[in-house]
Nanobody, 124 residues
């Protein structure tokens, strides 16, 4: 059974940083591209970042480019997103997702497995 478990969320002031982790089990982690998405209240789930199977390719939403960094450790079956210079508009539930395919997608519907999410709240 595939499980993705996010951690590291919390409350932070604007300008602060958080590092989210997503631990995967039940799958061959290095065979999956990994993505981060977020969903704010009343809004659709949106793409944040993605990383290819071996970490060679990374993609970011324009809204987080230059502030967020996605990485992975295949030995630990874990994907991370380092979030710096956080803004109140970054407040959302953050989800990690796993995708098997030819390239790391930015599209929510391309992902096969999802975690339960972790709340990130940025106060002004």
């Amino acid at each position: 059974q595939v499980q993705l478990v996010e951690s590291g969320g919390g409350l932070v002031q604007a300008g602060g940083s958080l590092r989210l982790s997503c631990a995967a089990s039940g799958l061959t982690f290095s065979g999956y591209h990994m993505g981060w998405f977020r969903q704010a209240p009343g809004k659709e789930r949106e793409f944040v970042a993605a990383i290819s199977k071996l970490g060679g390719a990374k993609y970011y939403a324009d809204s987080v480019k230059g502030r967020f960094t996605v990485s992975r450790d295949n030995a630990k079956n874990t994907v991370y997103v380092q979030m710096n210079s956080l803004k109140p508009e970054d407040t959302a539930v953050y989800y990690c997702a796993a995708q098997i395919g030819d390239w790391a997608s930015t599209q929510r519907l391309d992902y096969d497995y999802w975690g339960q999410g972790t709340q990130v709240t940025v106060s002004s």
